[in-house]
């Protein structure tokens, strides 16, 4: 999808239409722009972009902040349409998927009329301002890479005949998991461009990216279809950059606990036990403090929350930013039953929450050192796995 959030945007607000947009998570100058509109990036507005930046740089634009519920749903519904039109191999994210053919839609004129009735579908069935870039060709990898050559509501084939010819146009930084400390180490090995990468050996290849990954690379830039292992869930985390009125020691500290609060829930609903802790602060000067503890594996609120009082000490005045992180977890069917009666019932009353603030709202029932957090505007920006959001 293009600028997808900012898209959704436009989408539901008509005056937005043909405008620049800036999607933020909060009305404040020192925060950047999650997304920004096709109109915004004519001025060189992208993601990342501070907002006071981005009102100088164009004054004109709109800023709008961030919501989850309707990209979520807007999410969902995409994958509906195109699961119409062709089943939805992998979600990639909450703007991106992969879809393989039947042997019957790989001839290019088929695969193209595929494509053309998919955007199509999407503006009729989602809506008008809902624009996505197609990408064809032998594996994902290099559908990837032909889907990001023309944007937006572009559509790009590289077949057999296109290797390596037509990728020797792209920068190294052009190619995704390519970024600049990889390019470095391109440069490092003699490697400046798309022509010198691609006659490097199986084994240079896996010199340069130190290992198996390099020769995935090999054989995924001559079209080869390659097995990428699922990478195993090491962490849940949470962070929030705090509005100004929740800048103070109090305010960081209930903003902690509601993270805290979110990721326990979240790591329960993913099916993990942590076995370690890890808070951060940052202040409006710079500053960072952050500590970490080890405990029993656990997956109850309370047990973490007794753990982040005792850890807590950032001593900023000033702070500005907040987050949480429950590591080295472990699936819960591997975790040994809890052998004294309190640790059971806190994993009951931890469930029957979840359970009534999945059904009522998330904030229904809540810690009470973090009721001040819950009127604070939450970034919940969903750029990774939806699945795990709902």
């Known amino acids: 999808m293009n600028s997808f959030f900012a898209s959704v945007e436009q989408q539901e607000h008509p005056e937005l239409r043909g405008r620049p947009v800036g999607v933020v998570p909060m009305m404040t100058d020192s925060t950047c722009c999650l997304a920004a509109s096709y109109e915004a990036k004519a ?69 193209v009329k595929l494509a053309r009735h998919i955007k199509e579908s999407i503006h009729r069935e989602v809506g008008e301002c809902l624009n996505c870039s197609v990408g064809l060709s032998l594996n994902p990898f290099l559908a990837k890479v032909a889907a990001e050559l023309e944007k937006p509501n572009g559509l790009v ?88 009125e929740m800048r103070t020691p109090d305010g960081a500290w209930s903003i902690a606990a509601r993270l805290l609060e979110k990721a326990c829930e979240r790591m329960r609903h993913l099916g993990f036990h942590a076995r370690s802790l890890g808070v951060s602060v940052s202040s409006v000067d710079g500053g960072r403090w952050h500590d970490h503890a080890l405990i029993t594996p656990s997956a109850d609120t309370w047990t973490f929350m007794e753990v982040l009082s005792g850890v807590w000490k950032p001593g900023f005045r000033t702070p500005i930013k907040v987050g949480v992180v429950l590591y080295d977890l472990i699936p819960s069917d591997n975790v040994t039953l809890p052998l004294f009666d309190d640790q059971a019932r806190r994993d009951r009353v931890c469930a029957a929450i979840d359970k009534l603030n999945s059904r009522y709202g998330r904030t229904r029932v809540t810690l009470a050192c973090a009721l001040k957090a819950t009127s604070a505007k939450e970034d919940k920006i969903a750029f990774g796995k939806v699945q795990e959001l709902d």
Request: net charge negative.
């Open 43 to 111: 001025f060189g507005i992208k993601t990342g972009t501070n907002v006071g930046d981005a009102r100088r740089m164009c004054p004109e634009i709109q800023f709008v902040e961030a919501k989850h519920g309707p990209y979520r749903d807007y999410h969902n519904r995409i994958v509906e349409v195109v699961g119409k039109c062709t089943p939805v191999d992998k979600i990639l994210s909450v703007d991106e998927m992969i879809c393989h053919l039947w042997s019957n839609e790989r001839e290019v004129v088929d695969a």
């Open 157 to 244: 084939i590289i077949d057999d005949a296109d290797i390596p010819g037509k990728l020797f146009a792209l920068d190294l930084l052009d190619f995704p998991g390519i970024n600049k400390r990889m390019q470095a180490r391109f440069h490092a090995a003699g490697v400046f461009t798309t022509e010198q990468m691609y006659d490097r050996s199986v084994d240079e290849m896996r010199d340069i990216w130190g290992g198996v990954v390099g020769e995935r690379w090999w054989h995924m830039l001559r079209g080869d279809e390659v097995s990428l292992p699922e990478n195993p869930r090491r962490s849940v985390s949470h962070s929030h950059v705090l509005p100004p």
